[in-house]
């Protein structure tokens, strides 16, 4: 599956986070993450979401079956388990084939270009976290 990378971003900019059972509790950035930029990077051909998934609110889109559905989500997880998910989904299921939107280390199979950067930045992280929480 061919993703972009976060503009400009490198392990460098990574922030820590801990991981505590299957969430990461703290947000990767001080703020709130935008809902309606959330939503933005799940229908975005740069998160491949729809690939995988069904959104309740995707209208018409076509979307993917492979991974469970979207909806309700907001309601059965909580922000520290769906940014886990987010970041690093193997660490909550090891034979996904979801992919690491936060993690640059251990990965295989990664071009070139796109080796030690994220998919998604903090921020954007964030983002989803906040919208993938309003799907109730």
């Known amino acids: 599956m061919g993703c972009a990378v976060a503009a400009g971003a490198a392990a460098e900019d990574l922030v820590p986070y801990r991981v505590d059972g299957d969430e990461i509790r703290a947000p ?3 703020g709130a993450g ?17 690939l995988c998934h069904t959104v309740p609110d995707a ?20 922000a520290g388990e769906l940014r886990l998910r987010i970041v690093d989904s193997r660490r909550v299921s090891p034979d996904t084939s979801m992919p690491a939107y936060y993690r640059v280390q251990g990965l295989n199979w990664v071009a070139a270009p796109y080796r030690g950067k994220p998919i998604l930045t903090a921020r954007e992280v964030e983002d989803v976290v906040a919208y993938l929480k309003s799907l109730r």
């Open 59 to 78: 209208g018409t889109r076509p979307m993917g079956n492979i991974g469970p559905s979207l909806g309700g989500v907001g309601a059965r997880l909580n």
């Open 34 to 50: 935008d809902a309606a930029r959330g939503r933005e990077i799940v229908f975005g051909r740069e998160s491949n979401c729809l």
């Open 28 to 30: 990767l950035m001080r």
